[in-house]
């Protein structure tokens, strides 16, 4: 069955088979190349075995694949036709790959989810007879990537790892000792408790650059990369830490090149919902949550804002290029992670003012606060720090082109303060310790989007003077909580975020501006009446198809008997899965 769908307006499929294998950590190690238009480099996954990976661990001989006959052979063979492969490109561990540089060389699915589960054993080693158990595929999201190489890291040579080695019992050793001391080395790291977060992060970083052990066979087709090993037919036996060498393609979906308002060359993402398969290979329906890491190598003259929970600052780097390293311990899914590259300005504050100078210092009753219990994966909780309790007011930074600091400082900078304590007055604790706001370049499809850390706003904000970059401002403040933090579970229930964060947008926008009770009240029923206004209009003039919501997914294909899921288009969620807290 071919798979002949347009990305501007058919649904997209989701590929990866997220209910038996889930990356837990991405590893980044890249660089933007402004001449080529391509970011390369490599990300290496850390994978835990999820539920439905331990059922297929006890199931699978049991289970008989599809069959079909073989007018050829007589005998019944595994049914492949059901499994659509466009455009595709295969390559095996023997290939003559090479690295991809550029000019520089928890489980929270259940058993009935079916995000991709149909694609694990829907491929088949055609080395083996047809009587044999086929070898499992991992199957992540991808688009717009030429995949140049795959290979299993040996995280058992890193020093540090061997002591959390200890515990694989002899039963476990049934496919090899090598195996199962590099499996259960990545289960003990991923697992580790959020009071290790630092060695957890510093053990990530010394795996994602230890030797591979291994090339792994690999094909590509126009939505997803099947990786397999040989031999390896359970998720429990599959490695868990690869390394995968990619570069970007110039028309990527997530990846746009342009020029700023300046005229300068620049890059940012816009990944959500699910295009951030066209940056790295990932897992990308909501529930597949996870950290990063990432150090961007970029041009000495450039500014690199990422998600990532402290500003970096670049690093010499090759003598010709700086790099930017950036991290996050609260598990996102992948369609949140923004990137933007370009030569932006940093806005500076003319005066502190108000908010700034009553909230920056700590008070003392902080100490005396209680602990907020919460009820979330295990991960270092901004909810439950006193000091993040009575914190109004985040750190913040305001970058723009530099033919618009000198708006972006009179405008959008001195409101920022008492947007973030508004929220703050409302919610309590920023779920984020620190914020980048970005005013990217034209042609941006909407007034705002929020990312864990880091903020777009589009440029028409600055033009209407306070009300409307104030009233965008707190609307995107309020996706902190409504979007990120948490969020729907599944892509077509997005308009409870959206829903959340317009109602806000005014509570917040209100105390901002310190307006009395029936001030707030006049201005809430004015907006109300505005929206309502659109609303009718757009029913008036929009076409019936697109009136409807969606709220379920639709079936693209089925096999084994389980549904492949797709995104909706223009009709369902933007990025807001369910995350935490």
Not at 80 to 92: D, E, I, M, N, T
Not at 93 to 121: F, I, V, Y
Not at 419 to 447: E, K, M, N, Q, Y
Not at 470 to 494: P, S
Request: aromatic content about 8%; charged content about 20%.
């Amino acid at each position: 069955m071919e798979m002949n769908l347009d990305p501007s307006k058919d649904d997209l499929p989701l590929r990866a088979n997220t209910n038996h294998m889930l990356v837990r950590h991405y590893v980044l190690d890249l660089a933007v190349h402004f001449e080529r238009k391509v970011i390369s480099g490599n990300v290496v996954l850390f994978f835990e075995t999820g539920k439905g990976g331990h059922k297929l661990c006890n199931t699978e001989a049991s289970e008989p694949l599809p069959q079909r006959h073989s007018p050829h052979s007589g005998v019944e063979t595994p049914d492949r036709s059901q499994f659509p492969l466009k455009g595709v490109s295969a390559y095996s561990a023997s290939s003559d790959t090479t690295d991809a540089g550029g000019s520089d060389g928890k489980d929270t699915l259940g058993e009935n989810s079916c995000h991709g589960d149909s694609q694990l054993t829907s491929l088949s080693s055609t080395k083996q007879d047809c009587s044999e158990r086929e070898d499992f595929v991992l199957v992540l999201d991808c688009c717009d990537l030429s995949v140049s190489k795959v290979e299993e890291v040996d995280v058992t040579s890193v020093r540090g790892v061997q002591e959390l080695r200890s515990g694989c019992v002899e039963e476990d050793l049934a496919h090899g000792v090598t195996d199962c001391l590099r499996s259960h080395s990545v289960q003990k790291l991923v697992t580790l408790p959020a009071e290790c977060w630092e060695e957890q992060h510093d053990l990530y970083m010394q795996c994602s650059q230890a030797p591979g052990c291994g090339d792994l066979s690999f094909e590509t087709d126009s939505w997803s990369l099947q990786i397999r090993k040989e031999g390896i037919h359970s998720p429990c036996d599959f490695p868990h830490a690869l390394r995968i060498y990619y570069e970007t393609m110039p028309e990527g979906a997530s990846v746009r090149w342009t020029k700023d308002q300046s005229g300068r060359a620049c890059v940012y993402t816009v990944g959500s919902p699910i295009n951030n398969r066209a940056l790295f290979p990932c897992q990308e329906p909501p529930v597949a949550m996870s950290t990063w890491q990432a150090a961007i190598e970029a041009p000495p003259e450039c500014v690199v804002l990422l998600s990532g929970e402290k500003e970096a600052q670049p690093a010499r780097h090759k003598e010709v290029s700086s790099q930017w390293f950036y991290y996050v311990t609260m598990p996102m899914p992948a369609s949140t992670f923004t990137i933007a590259v370009g030569h932006w300005i940093k806005a500076e504050r003319k005066e502190a003012s108000t908010a700034d100078r009553e909230t920056v210092p700590i008070p003392a009753e902080a100490c005396s606060l209680t602990e907020t219990p919460c009820h979330h994966v295990d991960y270092p909780c901004r909810f439950q720090r006193r000091e993040a309790q009575v914190q109004a007011v985040i750190p913040h930074r305001v970058f723009a082109p530099a033919c618009l600091r000198e708006q972006a400082e009179d405008v959008l900078l001195p409101l920022l303060p008492s947007c973030l304590s508004a929220a703050h007055s409302v919610l309590g604790a920023h779920p984020f310790p620190r914020l980048d706001v970005l005013i990217v370049p034209t042609g941006f499809s909407s007034l705002g989007m929020a990312s864990p850390h880091i903020m777009f706003l589009s440029q028409s904000v600055l033009s209407g003077k306070n009300n409307l970059c104030g009233a965008r401002l707190c609307h995107e403040i309020a996706h902190a909580w409504f979007g990120l933090a948490i969020g729907a579970q599944d892509w077509t229930e997005e308009w409870i975020s959206e829903g959340f964060a317009t109602y806000l947008e005014d509570v917040f926008w209100a105390r901002a501006q310190q307006l009395s009770q029936k001030e707030a009240q006049e201005l809430c029923q004015l907006k109300a009446l505005l929206r309502w206004r659109r609303l009718r209009d757009e029913l008036q003039n929009s076409e019936e198809e697109l009136q409807i919501l969606r709220c379920v997914v639709c079936e693209l294909f089925t096999l084994q008997r389980r549904s492949v899921k797709t995104v909706m288009k223009s009709v369902s969620p933007l990025h807001f899965p369910l995350t935490n807290t």
